[in-house]
């Protein structure tokens, strides 16, 4: 079965500091997109980024940025300079076989002043 | 602003009672989703619905049903509510195309306590 697996259930940072949040996955696909949502404590899920598994470049968006190691399979979220508004759940997710979404367990951050 | 409005934020049922779970969005979107997260489990699809009328099966469906009568809503009815459907209930929705690479919007969610 294809799974996603974020293997850090919690993770703490100091404000400012920069954190790495892990998630590798396992599929035969060649051709897919990678993403990471955020759930802060509102609970709306919003998109943080999104990477294209054929692009050689990783995505960047502002503070965030991906470390993506194909072969690896492992997709894993930077965060630089880390806000008090990070403080939120984070989901890594890729499309399974069926072609929806399959999403990893999750990470939650807490930002500390 | 685009949006995807969950009807309610929190809901307490009772065993054996007919729950209905309602999405609402704005933006025109083919794809809807219903999803439910719980800890440790993140989240796993439930039902998801790529037109009107349309709906297919997702990774956990028995004991839920649903509805999309109109495009801009998707129902979520869970038929006789047990304990274990417990749970934080999200939707969301994405536009046309192949939806593993599109945006998917979500809604807030509802938690749903059944006793």
């Known amino acids: 079965a294809q799974t996603v697996t974020q293997s850090q259930p919690e993770m703490s940072v100091q404000e400012a500091e920069t954190v790495t949040l892990s998630c590798t996955y396992d599929t035969s696909e060649s051709n897919y997109y990678l993403f990471w949502y955020k759930q802060p404590p509102s609970r709306q899920m919003i998109l943080v980024i999104r990477q294209e598994a054929y692009k050689q470049q990783n995505a960047t968006e502002n503070r965030f940025s991906v470390n993506f190691q194909k072969a690896a399979k492992s997709f894993s979220l930077k965060i630089s300079d880390s806000q008090l508004g990070d403080t939120a759940m984070y989901f890594c997710?890729?499309?399974?076989?069926?072609?929806?979404?399959?999403f990893g367990q999750g990470t939650t951050l807490q930002v500390k002043p | 602003d685009v949006k995807v409005t969950q009807s309610s934020r929190y809901l307490v049922k009772r065993t054996g009672e007919k729950v209905f779970l309602e999405c609402v969005q704005d933006?025109?979107?083919?794809?809807m989703f219903w999803y439910r997260q719980d800890p440790g489990l993140g989240l796993r699809l439930i039902y998801f619905s790529y037109d009107v009328k349309m709906k297919e099966k997702g990774d956990i469906p028995e004991g839920y049903s649903v509805s999309r009568e109109k495009k801009e809503r998707f129902s979520l009815i869970l038929e006789s509510a047990s304990t274990n459907q417990t749970s934080m209930y999200l939707c969301?929705?994405?536009?046309?195309?192949?939806?593993?690479?599109?945006?998917?919007?979500f809604g807030s969610g509802t938690q749903l306590s059944v006793l």
């Open positions: 997710a890729f499309p399974g076989n069926t072609g929806k979404l399959i």
């Open positions: 969301a929705s994405s536009s046309s195309g192949s939806s593993t690479n599109e945006k998917l919007f």
């Open positions: 933006m025109d979107h083919e794809n």
